[in-house]
């Protein structure tokens, strides 16, 4: 993140956009499967796809501050969702991928989400409650082709230009949407506002003091604020190689993926 005072306060011109024309070449993320599949990503390739992403959104009508929701496990997808939907100047709703339809309800609905963005996987639990999502116009799935009409493939981004130009944003323009846990009512929205990269980049380094040579894992959803934070936002803006494991809890797996990624941090 640069220590000048920035023309744009959008997160991904301060994160990824800076880190792809610095870093370029850099592993930004080693994205492991469920299968333990292993993919490495450089800033660049993210920065590229993210702005093809919202090339598609802008195509698809998205305008600013309109609400688009991920609803992905954690893979590569998830991230150039995130700042692809940044760029366009919409907020960036996240989901827990292990909702259900309830919990997926309350938060589309309550949010007015515009579009969704989800997996092949969990696509079934969209289509169930959509006939109660007025404002839903379109759903945009990985790893699938045979979509109800109007919905999208992900991989359609290919078609679209792998340059864009991010929306200018102010400090305290909107960013991303959570909702609570809902443990003691109906799940609240709360709005976090671009100037929350400022918070979340120095909590990062005083706390993980991160290195450039760090292998950082951080095993949190990204439907949650540590996800944001500390998988999305902060490791982007310090150009972190982040660790980003699709798989759920197993004690010898993550051990062995400790061991041979050389995580440190």
């Given at each position: ?28 993320y ?7 599949e ?5 800033y660049?390739?993210i ?70 963005i989800?997996s092949?996987e969990?696509y079934?639990?969209?289509k ?34 792998e ?10 323009d ?35 003091n991160?290195?450039p040579?760090?292998?950082y ?18 490791p ?14 197993d ?15």
């Amino acid at each position: 993140m640069s220590e000048q005072t920035p023309t744009n306060y959008n997160i991904a011109a301060l994160s990824l956009e800076l880190q792809s024309s610095t870093n370029p070449q850099k592993v930004a993320y080693v994205c492991i499967s469920k299968n333990l599949e292993v993919q490495k990503h450089t800033y660049i390739q993210i920065d590229k796809k993210s702005n093809q992403l919202a090339n598609l959104l802008v195509a698809s009508g998205v305008k600013h501050e309109d609400h688009i929701f991920i609803y992905l496990p954690r893979n590569i997808e998830n991230v150039i969702s995130f700042f692809g939907i940044l760029k366009t100047g919409a907020v960036a709703g996240v989901l827990f991928s292990a909702f259900e339809e309830q919990a997926l309800l309350d938060r589309l609905l309550d949010s007015q989400a515009k579009i969704v963005i989800t997996s092949n996987e969990l696509y079934g639990r969209i289509k169930k409650i959509r006939h109660q999502l007025p404002d839903l116009k379109q759903v945009i799935v990985v790893g699938k082709t045979n979509l109800d009409n109007g919905d999208l493939p992900f991989e359609s981004i290919s078609n679209y230009p792998e340059s864009f130009e991010t929306v200018i944003s102010s400090p305290d323009d909107n960013a991303f949407m959570l909702y609570t846990s809902g443990s003691t009512g109906k799940p609240k929205g709360i709005i976090h506002a671009h100037r929350s990269i400022t918070q979340q980049v120095s909590s990062f380094r005083q706390v993980f003091n991160i290195q450039p040579t760090d292998n950082y894992w951080c095993t949190a959803d990204t439907g949650w604020i540590t996800g944001v934070s500390y998988i999305l936002v902060a490791p982007i803006a310090t150009g972190t190689t982040t660790i980003f494991f699709e798989g759920r809890f197993d004690p010898e797996i993550w051990y062995s993926i400790i061991q041979d990624q050389k995580v440190n941090v």
